[in-house]
């Protein structure tokens, strides 16, 4: 079983900084993908960053020159440094990886539970 688990959300002020991490575990034979997505209140889930096996990244519009994601293959996690929040940021934040299982030898996404972030002017 794979399991993707995110911490460090929380309340910052506007201007303000996080940085969120989400550690992979379980069965896992590879990571090749992984990345953050957020869902606001009523709205769609939307792409936050990504960042291949490689270390090649993309990043929404909203997020480029605030945000970077980064990761650790030898821990199975990535991370994402958040600088200059402002409140349109506000969201609970996933974290999503492309896994192959070293039980089934099969790839597919998993989700983490979410993170919340609110940031308050």
């Known amino acids: 079983q794979v399991q993707l688990v995110e911490s460090g959300g929380g309340l910052v002020q506007s201007g303000g900084s996080l940085r969120l991490s989400c550690a992979a575990s379980?069965?896992?034979?590879?990571?090749?993908?992984m990345g953050w997505y957020r869902q606001a209140p009523g709205k769609q889930r939307e792409l936050v960053a990504t960042i291949t096996s490689g270390g090649s990244t993309n990043y929404a519009d909203s997020a480029k020159g605030r945000f970077t994601i980064s990761r650790d293959n030898a821990k199975n996690t990535v991370y994402l440094q958040m600088n200059s929040l402002n409140p349109e940021d506000t969201a609970v934040y996933y974290c999503n990886a492309d896994i192959r299982s070293l039980s089934t030898y099969l790839q597919s996404e998993y989700w983490g539970q979410g993170t919340q972030v609110t940031v308050s002017s």
């Open positions: 379980g069965s896992i034979f590879s990571i090749s993908a």
